[in-house]
């Protein structure tokens, strides 16, 4: 048979129809009962195909052209795949298949109306190609093969069909089934299958589309939802041209149990968008996106959400037939005169299933700023090297000499000697031409893309670093320049001029004991946190909500509160700095939601990370020369001539001055726990000088929502100050856990600058009057049953520090990821 419609198809068809087109089917027929939505289609099984080509004696040709490849030769792959190509696209349609196309066409077309309520005659229909190697669990193929949108009337849709069967040989396919010793890589046109499906356009030219993962593509952690979307039709999310997307992320835990669960939103460069054309020529167009909605995020929340619990159904769904797999990669489009959201296409993600199917349990990670012959460069020294930023796709460093290639066509034949193994290639994006190429790179950089891109997918599933979304890369970077290419350092991906010297450590996680105190995370960072969930840890013991403020935030939480007063009042002009906020703040109703909205996301991140652990975060403790240095803050902030003993910590939190501001952390820290239901999420008090200070500020935390014990809720003081050793008894009946902080504590027991170069060999942590000041706050917490735990360096750096902590019966022990892994180590050999 011919032509399948969808109803008719499961996943058990894809030896006739192909891997994409028998997932289509299997959502159709299982999911739409569930509420998803799948526009119709019909499929050119791989029967028709094989017609096709013994109707017009191809097949010997072909196979003929394939076995005298020689792959090592680009030029040799390219003229082979276009001779191939020509073959298909030059050969007749048989009389009877065309038929039977075009009468299901109009079948198709005739389920769907004109604006008078006609029935359409020739709808707008996407072409894909769909192959019997396509979209499996161990192969994705992704990208591999052509897709055609809006495609009208009977003479484009047979037009589209054979170039779908020409894309069977793109110079991509060929070489990939080649690369990864595909059983058909060499045999018959016959043996090797390919099937079309014709579906229904959705009207995401007026609308938006784009692309989720039920996993986390560049640490591989399963507990969320990750989605690119943009304006107009898919392809350019896909491509990674011209545009970077808005990215979200959802926690499929708290999704799963009814929360809004939604940890993240990233407003991207929307700045064009694929629509149709009107030009008889050209069946798509790109055209600008408007100013206004260049700075909206695309998608509401009552889209994500819906989005996310579609991809639950699936993934449930799916799981069943990928051994249990739960990652896969969806597209979807939301139709802009229906306003209704669809999916369009499902298969499963790669990578990570095969890294989980090896059984792979090493840690590796990378490190920027030294290696193992003992080169170093400070942090001063590597922000003076860096010269571009962009998207980091996976945790690998990569240093080699930059080739600027724009456009692979424009470089003819001498391509192939202008491009050596390890080359770093630069360019404005790829697309699957580029594969052969790609495979060789040491990195890859491009202008444009996002998570989902083109560039990203294949470089994940060829292991090799890349930085996407750059923005100017091809022309910041010379070709022959040597760059170090670092994704080890969080969401964002740097490339730094020169060799920088780093390092790459394994260590079998199987082969480590357990340690004898249990170990915690200090962690500052949102975007590391999911590459960090599968160490050996306890939860998170330290996270500080500086970071977040100062690298995602920016602005003073005064000055956003500032700005929304002067705007609500419909003041004409504006300051200078008001202007830079509502730039920071596109895409959020006000400078308050802003705020809240990006700190509850930093929060939710790390929580999501280790969940169901505890996350102990502290509430903000920037000095006022700190504070100043945030957008707007030199209007807010006291000049002290001593900041790191003057208005920090608690004394903010009830000052009238500062109490409004302290008052959007508590409702940022409510949100993250009450409305994303993450509940393992404890709030700590940074430098609390007085037992009326604690007091007060519980009180100001009263009033905001976050009360002690209610929903939960447990409150841990930093215990950083002597006084809160020598008060330790009646602090003790205040809160419910104690956190030493060994750095604050030294210096003000030993009287001590900790950043004072001169008084440096003074400042030890293992000084006795310190060691006293640490037994007796774990003692006395002990005596009150009140958890104690330790977050600093020192037990790392320092072996018997950290036997004299176990000793003294400490109960956590907090450390930054990259000490936890040789403090298990050097806590085996005590």
Sequence with gaps: ?????????????????????????????????????????????????????????????????????????????????????????????????????????????????????????????????????????????????????????????????????????????????????????????????????????????????????????????????????????????VQGSAIKPDEYIINKRKLDEGFNSIIDKKMGDKRKKMVYSDNPSEKTRIVPVELTLQHQFCLTDENILELGRWALIVAKHYSQFYNGQEAFDIEFAFDGLERKMYLVQVRPETVHFQNKNKHNQKFIEYSIGNDSDNQEISKEELKKHCILSGISVGNQITSGKVRIIMNLDDRGDNISFEFNDGDILVTTSTDPDWEPLMKRAGAIITDYGGRTSHASIVSRELGVTCVVGCGNATDILKSQQVVTVSCAEGDVGFVYNGDIPFTKTETDLSQLPPPPVPLMMNLASPEIAFRFANLP????????????????????????????????????????????IATLICGYPSGRQYYIDKLSFGIARIATGVYPHPVIVRFSDFKSNEYANLLGGHAYEPNEENPMLGWRGCSRYYSEKFKEAFGLECLAIKKAREELGLDNIIVMLPFCRTLEECRNVQVVMDEYGLKRGQNGLKIYLMCEIPANVILADKFCQMVDGFSIGSNDLTQLTLGVDRDSELLSNTFNEKNEAVLIMISDAIRICKKHGVKIGICGQAPSDHPDFAQFLIEQGIDTISLTPDSIIPTIKRLSQL
């Design 1 to 237: 048979m011919w032509c399948q419609w969808l109803k008719h198809l499961s996943l058990q068809d894809t030896s006739t129809v192909g891997g994409k087109c028998s997932s289509l089917g299997e959502m159709y027929n299982q999911l739409t009962p569930q509420g998803i939505r799948v526009p119709n289609a019909f499929v050119l099984t791989t029967d028709a195909y094989r017609e096709f080509i013994l109707h017009n004696d191809l097949e010997a040709k072909i196979s003929q052209i394939l076995q005298n490849i020689d792959y090592q030769n680009i030029i040799s792959l390219k003229r082979s795949g276009l001779k191939i190509r020509n073959l298909i696209l030059n050969a007749e349609f048989p009389h009877d298949l065309r038929k039977n196309v075009i009468n299901n066409y109009h079948q198709l077309s005739n389920q769907y109306n004109e604006p008078d309520g006609t029935p359409q005659e020739n709808t707008d229909v996407a072409v894909r190609s769909s192959s019997t190697a396509e979209d499996q669990a161990d192969c994705s193929f992704a990208g591999q093969y052509d897709t055609f949108l809006n495609v009208r009337g009977e003479f484009q849709l047979i037009e589209s069909i054979k170039a779908c069967y020409a894309s069977l040989y793109n110079n991509r396919a060929i070489s990939y089934r080649h690369d990864i010793n595909y059983s058909s890589a060499q045999s018959s046109a016959q043996s090797l299958g390919i099937a079309v499906v014709i579906q229904k356009m959705v009207r995401s030219d007026i609308g938006k589309s784009g692309v989720m993962f039920t996993i986390d593509t560049e640490s591989g952690f399963e507990d969320v939802i990750v989605i690119n979307s943009s304006f107009g039709l898919c392809e350019l999310i």
């Design 537 to 580: 840890h306890q939860g998170v013991g330290l996270a500080r909500e500086e970071f977040i403020i100062n690298n995602f935030i920016k602005a003073h939480p005064l000055a956003l509160l500032a700005y929304d007063r002067e705007r609500s009042e419909d003041q004409k002009s504006y300051s200078e700095v008001n202007e830079k």
